[in-house]
């Protein structure tokens, strides 16, 4: 049932129904899995990270690659409510409660893996406490809660009438607050001086515009599966929108990457991380170039703008979750790569002999424990926005004309 | 009569209560010997007068030669696990090829002890600091085991526990899920005896003596001399972090 152009009314909303066998097995099998990541959780903190793949060389892996991913895309997955609230777009209107609930979901999912992966999880009230102001850590613990706390004060001026007239300011200072969250985000990496892979200021607006295209990608997944595939309204222009958006995106992340590696090529004796990367890095090389530009850039741009696939909404659902899926390999290539390649301690020396693997690639071999903490975050946050659709009005049913 | 009665009581009071003040005061005194002998070097306040540091000569170091790393390990009860990529190590040998002359140097790699530590500024909850003394350190009691540390130190300086620990020894606390890295024997420069860093002893004992330890802001000690007349150089000296340690003839 798609809504005609130019609304002008309010919308109507309502809960989705959630009593058939098929919900019920969804919440079955996200709580499944969300037991199996505690499980992973509570056999690393009891055994110790030997259990995992992470070692003194790969000191961050699978649960930081999925526990970034998911708040740089929750970052995103603001677009609508912005859209909506901020820059006045009204076709978006009904659509900008799903997008404030799937942010604050996928914050979470995302918090929650990098919380259980701590060494010390039990001293989590300690990084609640304790603020070393330099650390762009201490900063992201105030900017992941407010996000968490303005998402939620955004979503009550949409629901509560009386509330309504704040609906502008608040989602301004969240449009504000996430960009900076995400600038905060990307520094995390940019500020680390002592790796070729990051100390690069330029690494701030790329996750900013990474943020934009995952968000984009994971509220086109969310919105044709709780929407399209329950018969609610979803409008053409709409999904035009987002397809248009998606494809800019996508360049624009696109652009970065291009930059950002160009300077690092450039650079007098920084060749070496680029050869690893783009050419010599097995694994990452080819995630690299295969995950992250061919099928996660370069090919979704291509079914977002080729004249037979544009006009479908599932070839549109596929850009989509390739977009997703390229941003994980991206994310994967930063993290892993970036870490993988060796520090120059030494410059204008080779190291032929160190016990600490000095001077030559990490290898990294994630185990099972690792990807069972990553999955349960991301049912986490899958689980948050069916619970939510069921408990409170976030899907519009229809359309009430002036 | 009921007037005079409360009189001899209160006097009564009185003298209780000044043999009871006496007998405290005695007590109190007592203690004070008992608990407080004269301060030591272990209570003097740590200060920014002195900064801990070390010389190493690579020309000195020979290569094959694990006496520091064996000392290292002796004196903090670090046992590897036979996995090496989880292993801690808080001092590795390395061995470097100049890649202009050829020439081959071998040479002990530990925490670098930095004037402005990347570990220290990227610590979520300031478990990574730096002493007033210049010895940078793990609060083992705030540290959560995130790792950022790691990725920040330019010189991969840290480890991360990996497992379970037992048999620590009480000078070097470590455990499971933090993260640690040379603390340049702080319990021994807090003895006030004289002793120097397990690594460089064992150096010396070797014949070597590749690791002078000492004041870096005294500049009658050694140490101090020989950084002002020797050509000493720092690692990633284009970091700018002032490292305190220091390498010759790499």
Redesign the interface.
Same mark, same amino acid.
């Given at each position: 049932m798609a809504m005609t152009d130019n609304i002008t009314g309010y919308t109507d909303f309502s809960v989705i129904e959630g009593r058939g066998a098929g919900f019920y097995t969804l919440l079955a099998a996200l709580a499944a899995i969300i037991a199996a990541g505690l499980w992973a959780a509570h056999t690393m903190e009891t055994e110790g990270h030997h259990v995992t793949g992470m070692t003194n060389q790969i000191v961050w892996g699978i649960p930081h690659v999925f526990a970034v991913f998911l708040i740089v895309t929750a970052s995103g997955a603001l677009n609508v409510a912005s859209l909506s609230s901020v820059m006045g777009q009204k076709i978006y209107a009904p659509y900008a409660r799903l997008s404030a609930l799937l942010a604050i979901a996928l914050l979470l999912g995302g918090l929650a893996i990098i919380t259980l992966d701590l060494g010390r999880p039990d001293r989590l009230m300690v990084a609640l406490t304790h603020f070393n102001m330099t650390s762009v850590f201490a900063w992201n613990v105030f900017f992941y809660s407010g996000f968490v706390a303005l998402g939620a004060l955004y979503l009550w001026t949409l629901m509560e009438r009386r509330m309504n007239p704040l609906t502008k300011p608040v989602g301004a200072l969240l449009l504000i607050w996430r960009l900076t969250l995400t600038t905060a985000t990307g520094l995390i990496f940019g500020v680390l001086v002592a790796r070729e892979a990051y100390d690069a200021a330029i690494m701030a607006p790329m996750f900013i515009a990474m943020s934009l295209s995952f968000g984009t990608a994971a509220y086109i997944v969310a919105s044709l599966a709780a929407l399209d595939c329950t018969g609610r309204p979803l409008d053409d222009a709409v999904v035009n929108g987002l397809r248009r958006m998606l494809a800019i995106f996508v360049t624009v992340v696109l652009y970065f990457v291009i930059v950002f590696h160009a300077v690092k090529l450039y650079g007098g004796g920084l060749q070496g991380f680029e050869r690893f990367l783009l050419e010599e890095g097995g694994a990452i090389t080819t995630l690299f170039w295969i995950g992250q530009i061919a099928a996660g850039s370069l090919l979704p741009l291509a079914l977002l703008t080729w004249k037979r696939t544009a006009p479908s909404r599932v070839w549109l659902a596929a850009a989509a979750g390739l977009v997703l899926a390229g941003g994980l390999a991206q994310v994967y290539v930063i993290i892993i790569g970036g870490q993988a390649y060796p520090l120059r301690i030494f410059p204008g020396r080779e190291v032929i002999e160190s016990t600490f693997y000095d001077g030559v690639v990490a290898q990294y071999h994630p185990s099972l424990v690792e990807f069972l903490l990553a999955f349960g975050g991301v049912a986490l946050s899958l689980l948050i926005v069916v619970l939510g659709m069921k408990v409170l009005q976030f899907l519009p049913r229809t359309r009430v004309a002036d | 009569m009921a007037g005079a009665h409360k009189s001899l009581a209160d006097r009564s009071r009185r003298r209780f209560l000044a043999k009871a003040g006496v007998a405290a005061a005695g007590l109190a005194a007592g203690m004070r010997f008992i608990d407080f002998p004269h301060a030591n070097a272990a209570s003097d306040p740590v200060t920014g007068a002195r900064r801990w540091g070390m010389l190493i000569d690579a020309d000195k170091c020979a290569?094959g030669c694990n006496a520091c $790393?064996t000392a290292c390990n002796d004196e903090h009860g670090i046992q590897g696990?036979g996995?090496? +990529?989880?292993? *801690?190590?808080w001092i590795?040998? $390395?061995?470097?090829?100049?890649? *202009?002359t050829g020439r081959?140097t071998?040479l002990p790699?530990m925490c670098q002890h930095c004037e402005h530590p990347?570990c220290?500024?990227? =610590?979520?909850?300031?478990a990574s600091f730096r002493r007033a003394d210049g010895i940078v350190l793990v609060d083992k009691h705030?540290?959560?085991? =995130?790792?950022?540390c790691?990725? *920040? =130190?330019?010189?991969?300086a840290?480890?991360?526990?990996? +497992?379970?620990l037992t048999d620590q020894k009480p000078w070097s606390p470590r455990g499971?899920?933090? $993260?640690e890295s040379c603390n340049l024997c702080v319990h021994r420069i807090d003895e006030g005896s004289g002793r120097i860093p397990a690594c460089a002893e064992a150096c010396a004992r070797e014949g070597h003596k590749a690791i002078l330890f000492g004041d870096m802001n005294n500049p009658t000690s050694t140490l101090a001399k020989e950084l002002a007349d020797d050509d000493s150089q720092e690692?990633?000296a284009?970091?700018g972090l002032n490292t305190g340690i220091r390498y010759e003839d790499?």
């Open positions: - | 290569r $790393v696990q996995r090496p +990529e989880t292993d *801690a190590q590795r040998k $390395v061995t470097l090829r100049d890649n *202009a081959e071998s790699l990347p220290v500024d990227v =610590c979520p909850t300031g705030s540290c959560i085991g =995130c790792r950022y790691m990725l *920040a =130190c330019p010189y991969k840290r480890s991360f526990v990996h +497992e379970e499971k899920g933090t $993260v690692l990633r284009d970091l790499l």
